[in-house]
């Protein structure tokens, strides 16, 4: 079994998970939670997860490591990047030390404890609006949910996958000036107003990862707002600029 069916599995597991719960609760899968009992901190559902980011009501923290985060995150998360035992001495550096600030943590989904363990040492230590979004990443993505990657994250990709498709949200003009070694060209404007009728996406697995970039990160995450309703669900999109990304390619 390769590591992405194994992933895969495991996100399925978790989707599973969720729908079990969802019916349970009779609420839709978006409206979710695993609903756990003897926790300190609550839950938030992924329709309430895309409301928090939306409106900016509560600083969301990616518990996971630098390396997970870099590979992809939800989208304005912050990565607190100390060892486990400077955790919460970071996040008190990060809100400024007001334990009232709003705080949604999450990892790799319902069976990590990552984000569990640092929910439990902040209410331990006085923070008093923490909760989390106990899902995680496998079931965000699962559902849709936007995946920013860092450029480390980027460049592993581009260097060792050799299965994964790369999309240039430029325009075609732009595109045609340079681009990287491989990508194809989706100009966001042309997808979104169906000028562009049919992408190359892999028809042959729906699980491959797919890899989006642009101008900038604004650019590049309309086209993976887009491909967030098609059934392409490993999609994540470079929260950077274009010359960022060439001068790294270049460098290589």
């Not at 009992?37 to 518990?63: H, P």
Request: hydrophobic share 45%; with cysteine.
């Amino acid at each position: 079994m390769t590591i992405r069916t194994f992933v895969y599995l495991a996100a399925v597991a978790s989707l599973f998970a969720v729908v079990a719960s969802a019916h349970a609760e009779d609420v839709s899968i978006f409206q979710a939670t695993l609903a756990e009992t003897g926790q300190k901190s609550g839950e938030v559902s992924t329709e309430q997860m895309r409301r928090i980011l939306a409106d900016g009501s509560a600083i969301v923290l990616d518990t996971r490591t630098r390396a997970e985060f870099d590979a992809g995150h939800i989208p304005d998360a912050r990565i607190l990047d100390v060892a486990p035992g400077a955790q919460v001495a970071a996040v008190l550096q990060l809100v400024s030390g007001d334990k009232a600030k709003a705080l949604v943590l999450y990892c790799n989904g319902p069976y990590c404890r990552a984000s569990r363990r640092l929910a439990d040492r902040l209410i331990g230590v006085g923070f008093g609006n923490v909760r989390r979004y106990q899902l995680g990443i496998p079931v965000w993505r699962a559902l849709g949910g936007p995946t920013a990657v860092e450029l480390s994250g980027f460049m592993r990709v581009f260097g060792h996958d050799k299965t994964a498709v790369f999309f240039d949200a430029r325009s075609a003009d732009e595109f045609a000036k340079g681009s990287l070694p491989d990508a194809q060209s989706a100009p966001v404007e042309d997808v979104i107003s169906g000028k562009l009728k049919k992408m190359a996406l892999p028809e042959d697995d729906f699980n491959r990862r797919i890899v989006l970039f642009g101008r900038d990160a604004t650019q590049s995450r309309q086209l993976a707002e887009v491909l967030s309703k098609r059934p392409w669900h490993n999609v994540a999109y470079f929260a950077g600029t274009y010359e960022a990304l060439a001068a790294a390619v270049r460098a290589k």
